[in-house]
């Protein structure tokens, strides 16, 4: 299924301020046209009223009533008054019959009063209602009017066109509108204003891709080896990978906000900041281990904003260093020479304290001899004095371990070979030899005859061929698979470095890595090299 593509925040933040903008002017706008409309009302009925009430005080309307006969001079003066106020349309002055004495449409004295909202106020009261008159819809006021007595002698209706109040209504409604359209495109401006800050202030990242970056860093932070530690302009501390908190011996909750003057005082990571010049290759002891570390200022633009401090574990580093250069295996080289050096010598010595001298001279002329053949075997064939040296050592430590190492006699090796260097030669024939000799080692049956380490080395124009064998406990197919991957031993956790060295050194030159194995039969490893080095 198709993932939905999400907005941006961009988008988003337009989309939200518009609905927010839309759903404001919306209930303001009715709220304040629900308000104006009766304010409007309220004001054209309190108008009304006025005018009714004035009317049904003035005398000329009270002796035209007490008459009951039109009346010209009302007629004028109430056609003044209707000419002069704009707010009412219509006026009628009738009877306790309903009859007009007066009215805005002259033919229409006389006749009786219509809409059928009249009848309470011949019970004296005085009210506001709607309804259709002669003129059409409207908005009446009632007033009764009352002689010297105070008895009711007819009524003054004052009314409002509602044709007219509507046309204020809609006029009142556009400027609203007006109003929401303009507040509108105010807002969407805001929005888009806003939105591009924020995507200006988040470096053009979406929100997701920063949490999914966060997270990405956080992990690759932590898969490194070194220890990372970052602090602010405060000196606290907002980053620590997990082989920083390992070398601290502390919890991620335990540090984070800490002064670094506290945790780590012997880096002075606000020295750092200070100066804003980086230091490199320092080193220091930090709970007992010997770390080596690089300290770096972290800079906005041209303002120091933090430092950062990259830790390693000295011992670490020296044990990798070795690994690399193959030292590892010429020490072990040295140290099964000096053992077996010194078996003889005892032989030797207890020859000599025993009398048996002539014995002794045969004894040394016979290793003398059997080691200028081997010697002699393996520089003849192998050019490169490291790795005769190395293989040397191998066939004293295989001795030592009862385990016999021979160089086939067809191998062949110069002294600069054209596919890979001198390093990358020890690291791939010493850990091929240690695996062959552990493999053996492994065996729960010792067969002293049968464990043996055959070598062949041979380099021409066309490619180098690198192979080992052995008489070991073999392997299963799953287990070649996960050797040929690296990083794995039968010996357990933490092992199987010399395979991933390998690895990584025929992947740079583009080798290839061939294993054959029998389950308690044996192993070969082949290694061939065919690009030349440039």
Known sequence: ???????????????????????????????????????????????????AFMLSKTEMVIETLKVNEPNQELNEYIDLILEGNTGINVITIADMTGKRVYHL?????????????DVEIYQGKSYSSKAHGTLGYQLR???????????????????????????????IIVNMVRFSIISLIIGITLAVILAERIK???????????????????EIFDSLEEGLIAINREGEIILANKSALALLNVEVGNIRKRKSDEIIPQIKLMDTIKTGL?????????????????????????????????????????????QLTGVNHFI????ANNHEFMNKLHVILGLLQIGAIKDAENYITEISNRQAIIINTITEKIENRRIAALLLGKISRGNELNIRVKLLPNSYLPSHS????????????????????????????????????????????????????DTGIGMTDDTIEKVRKGGYSTKGSGRGTGMTLIKNILENSEGELIIDSKKDVGTSIVVIVKKKRI
């Not at 290759?281 to 972290?298: A, H, M, Q, S, W």
């Not at 024939?429 to 070598?455: T, W």
Request: proline letters at 2%.
């Open 1 to 51: 299924m198709r993932e939905k593509k999400q907005l941006s925040i961009r988008w988003q933040l337009i989309i939200v301020n518009v609905i927010v903008v839309i759903l404001t002017l919306l209930v303001g706008t009715t709220i304040s046209l629900t308000f104006y409309v009766r304010t409007m009302e309220t004001q054209i009925e309190s108008e009304l009223q006025s005018v």
């Open 278 to 322: 980086p230091a490199n290759n320092l080193n220091t002891i930090i709970y007992n281990r010997d770390i080596i570390y690089d300290k770096l200022p972290i800079k906005d633009k041209s303002n120091v904003i933090g430092a950062l401090v990259v830790m390693r574990n000295r011992t670490e580093v020296k044990q990798l260093a070795q």
């Open 418 to 469: 054209k596919f890979l260097s001198t390093d990358s030669l020890v690291t791939i024939i010493g850990n091929l030899i240690e695996n062959a000799m552990d493999a053996i080692n492994c065996e729960k049956e010792d067969d002293y005859e049968k464990e043996e380490i055959s070598i062949f080395i041979h380099e021409d124009d066309n490619n180098l061929v690198i192979s080992v064998d």
């Open 141 to 171: 006021y009632f007033q009764p009017v009352y002689d010297e007595t105070m008895t009711q002698i007819g009524f003054v209706m004052v009314s409002k066109l509602m044709s007219e109040v509507k046309s204020m209504q809609n006029i």
């Open 332 to 335: 072990d080289s040295l140290r």
């Open 200 to 218: 200006i202030a988040l470096i053009g990242y979406e929100p997701s891709h920063i949490a999914r970056l966060l997270i990405e860093r956080e």
């Open 105 to 117: 449409d002259k033919d229409r004295i006389g006749e009786y009063f219509v809409g059928g909202d």
